[in-house]
């Protein structure tokens, strides 16, 4: 068996994510932030894990929202810009973007 990080007295780590059913750390603070955002930039997720996946609907109604996944779960639409791409180049495409808006 593989261990990944363990303590200093060689117990097992927990890692940093969030299994199924558990509540999401500071997720009110993600919500805070969310709503004052300019812009949203989603990278990597299926939009299928919720309360993560509706921080989306927290931004302003003006609010771009960039969705970068190889495979996303959704469509393009008058706020959501979808780029099928994997995240190192998604994210040279939306950095290209928002700087031919300014």
């Not at 812009?39 to 970068?68: D, R």
Request: proline share 6%.
């Amino acid at each position: 068996m593989i261990l990944g990080d363990t303590c200093t007295k060689g117990f097992q780590l927990r890692p940093h994510i969030v299994w199924f059913g558990e509540s999401v750390p500071m997720i009110e603070t993600a919500i805070d932030i969310c709503k004052t955002a300019d812009i949203l930039i989603i990278i990597g997720t299926s939009m299928q894990v919720y309360p993560a996946a509706s921080l989306m609907h927290y931004v302003k109604p003006n609010t771009s929202i960039y969705y970068i996944d190889p495979n996303p779960a959704m469509e393009s639409n008058a706020q959501v810009r979808v780029i099928a791409k994997n995240a190192t180049i998604g994210i040279t495409d939306v950095i290209t973007l928002i700087n031919a808006l300014n």
